[in-house]
């Protein structure tokens, strides 16, 4: 006897796809300049609290890098004109590191903080953190994953005890 078992796949497939289509995460870093001022590090938490869609804070730690920590994590912008002044910066005093949950966060982040360089995001007349308290264009104040692919190997590299995949 023959049965029908082409609903199987089907089935299957849509298990698949809805399990497959998991929730965000990205890295935010607050960068050091703003850590200097506990105030501003209040408002940003805030800013992410009020965000019209959730975003989560799944683990956030203070972190103080040297510079093989911050040549590690910038590498790929070694030999680029602002490369020293950037590490220089990184390893300037204590920052904050977020990893971030929610739907489409990588994207809503990057929004959310705005252009790289806040004279650009300044003239800009949407809302950003960059044009709040980026103050040059190496010290922009925030940083954001661009994809999940780099937001998992940062947060590997910052989290590694969460063990995200
Ligand atoms: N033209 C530039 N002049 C000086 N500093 C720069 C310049 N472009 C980038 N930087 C610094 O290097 C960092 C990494 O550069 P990248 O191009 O990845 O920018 P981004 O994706 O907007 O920022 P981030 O990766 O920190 O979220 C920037 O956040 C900034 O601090």
Redesign the pocket.
């Known amino acids: 006897m023959f049965r029908n078992y082409s609903i199987v796949p089907k089935v299957q497939s849509v298990l698949f796809n809805t399990l497959r289509k998991r929730t965000e995460y990205t890295l935010a ?1 607050l ?1 050091p300049d703003l850590c200097a001022d506990p105030y501003a590090i209040k408002a940003v938490i805030e800013d992410i609290e009020k965000s019209e869609k959730p975003i989560r804070i799944y683990a956030h730690k203070k972190l103080y890098w040297d510079q093989q920590d911050a040549e590690l994590f ?1 590498s ?2 070694a030999g ?4 020293e ?2 590490v220089g ?2 390893i300037s005093g204590p920052f904050e590191a977020f990893v971030l949950e929610g739907d489409s966060v990588i994207t809503r982040w ?1 929004e959310l ?1 705005g ?3 806040p004279v650009r995001a300044k003239v800009n007349p949407k809302y950003s953190l960059r044009s709040r308290f980026g103050l ?5 104040s ?5 994809s999940q692919e780099n937001a998992f190997s940062e947060i590997n590299l910052l989290f590694p005890e969460l063990l995200l995949k």
Do not use: A, E, V, W
């Open positions: 870093l960068k910038y790929q912008h680029k004109f602002f490369y002044r950037l910066y990184m990057r903080i252009q790289t360089h040059t264009d190496t010290r922009n925030f940083h954001g994953s661009d």
